[in-house]
């Protein structure tokens, strides 16, 4: 049974399978560096467990091999490295790295080959990131340092949750994060004795799905607490079809859900200190903001004109993003008229659409395929409005960086869409929360109507600049969401104690 600590000794280990700047491949490697940085400066004692990627082996200084971990059911040997990771000028947060050459040393990306193919021993992988947090998080550990809470996030460390409720000495409450409830680790049945899980477990009250185990739902169901990263997304997982076949899971666990929204890196994503933009600007000094405008469709080989609607919409070309909805749309958005900059990458047939589609619209579409830091910080600036039209979003950082950066997106009424853009309304303009706008039918139709409602505000210039300022001046700063965390984790701490 865990103790209940203070508010200032609470101890964390927050388990993830990516974190920015060493491997990044969406917004879980955005959260992995920034929650805990911002924990840290609350005085809360995180410390990070990730695999050993060549990335991260490459990018961390001063490592130190701290113990050997051997013998651990079928899984190879490896050894506990730590270090720090800069997260910023002013926090460092302690990292453990799982150094284990077989399982993670190797060209490619943390869940994929560079063909795109998912890793075959996947299961081994994580099941080993798992397994290491579950013995870090008890009294089995080799470590003098010990946490009160394990933070898993996703279905690489799902089955953590699942190794210590199994395991009878004294261990760490544990908190299972969803940040995207789509991708729920599915493997065949035989992985539960590979992984060292006793066979009760595979069950419909345990790690069974459909036939075979997933790591997801190990979490979901063995955790002592679940978050989700948005309230409405909180909700929305509680039914069909956003629960992915665990709706009823999750609904007879509402007790123990929350939703609490990501934050932003708030230094990185700072229109006036950017070192990416043109020329830097504040909500007091907007009209800088339209050199930015100019450079990006310079960039981009569109025609430079500052009067015209400008559309940015950065991310995964997938249906889940809404791309293709966006496709349908783009043809008469032009004739509003508008321009459109999409940059980002995803599934082959919508990247060629994509691409075609810029060819049939020169100077007034331009697709750039693949990830650019430096032109996505530029996209935020230098459009006017930022597309959002995804199907489900558990929380989406884009629309924040927007609304930052004083440009006014128009997203999906969904997730965490829909907990941090307000509708521009009469009611709204009226009571200074209009901060974007929303749609909230998923057709073409809606999206496009949702569209020209954004070109009549756009033209009002007044109006604009008063939806530019309300979405600027609002705190998407970590600080608030972190402690929220740590809320939880008190109050998780003291029921467990009872």
């Not at 203070?6 to 490697?29: A, M, Q, Y």
């Not at 965490?416 to 929360?433: I, K, M």
Request: charged share 15%; hydrophobic share 45%.
């Amino acid at each position: 049974m865990p103790l209940t600590p203070s508010r200032s000794d609470l101890s964390v280990l927050f388990i993830t399978s990516e974190v920015h700047p060493l491997n990044k491949t969406g917004g879980l490697g955005d959260v992995s560096a920034a929650l805990p940085a911002a924990l840290r400066q609350l005085g809360v004692d995180v410390r990070l467990l990730i695999p050993g990627y060549p990335q991260v082996l490459a990018g961390l200084k001063y490592k130190r091999k701290v113990t050997e971990l051997a013998g651990l059911s079928q899984f190879p040997p490896a050894a506990l490295l730590s270090a720090k990771l800069p997260v910023s000028a002013s926090v460092d947060v302690p990292v453990f790295i799982i150094d284990c050459p077989g399982l993670y040393r190797r060209e490619g990306g943390p869940y994929m080959d560079v063909a795109g193919r998912d890793w075959p021993d996947n299961a081994l992988r994580f099941g080993l990131l798992a397994k290491i947090g579950a013995i870090l998080a008890c009294d089995a550990s080799p470590l003098a340092w010990r946490p009160q809470v394990v933070h898993c996030n996703d279905w690489q460390s799902g089955l953590t949750p699942a190794y210590l409720h199994f395991y009878r000495g004294i261990k760490a409450a544990s908190l299972m994060a969803i940040h995207n409830l789509a991708f729920q680790g599915i493997f065949p049945p035989g992985t539960i004795t590979q992984l060292g899980l006793p066979i009760s477990s595979f069950d419909i009250n345990g790690v069974e799905y459909h036939g075979r185990m997933s790591f997801l739902k190990a979490g979901l169901y063995y955790a002592d607490h679940i978050v989700s990263v948005s309230p409405t997304y909180a909700r929305e997982i509680q039914t069909a079809p956003l629960g992915f076949g665990f709706q009823g899971l999750l609904a007879g666990r509402r007790k123990h859900l929350n939703g609490i929204i990501n934050g932003i890196d708030a230094v990185e994503w700072d229109p006036a200190t950017d070192p990416c933009l043109v020329r830097n600007y504040t909500a007091n000094k907007l009209a800088a903001k339209t050199a930015n405008k100019r450079a990006l469709q310079q960039a981009l080989g569109l025609t430079v004109d500052p009067d015209i609607l400008f559309f940015g919409a950065v991310g995964r070309f997938t249906q889940q993003k809404g791309y293709d909805l966006l496709l349908q749309v783009a043809p008469q958005l032009t004739k509003i008229p508008a321009q459109l900059v999409v940059l980002g990458s995803g599934e082959a047939a919508l990247q060629q659409q994509m691409t075609m589609l810029a060819k049939t619209y020169p100077g007034k579409i331009a697709v750039r395929i693949g990830f650019d830091e430096t032109l996505s910080h530029l996209i935020e600036a230098g459009a006017d409005s930022f597309l959002m039209p995804s199907r489900f979003e558990p929380c989406g950082l884009n629309q924040m960086y927007s609304q930052r950066y004083g440009t006014p997106p128009l997203v999906h009424a969904t997730g965490g869409l829909l907990d941090t853009v307000v509708d521009c309304t009469p009611a709204t303009l009226a009571d200074g929360s209009a901060s974007g706008f929303l749609f909230h039918t998923m057709t073409p139709g809606h999206f496009l109507a949702a569209i020209r409602r954004v070109a009549i505000i756009y033209h009002d210039k007044p109006t604009w600049r008063r939806l530019q300022k309300n979405g600027m001046a609002k705190d998407f700063s970590w600080h608030p969401s972190a402690a929220a965390y740590r809320e939880i984790y008190l109050a998780l701490l003291s029921r467990l104690s009872k």
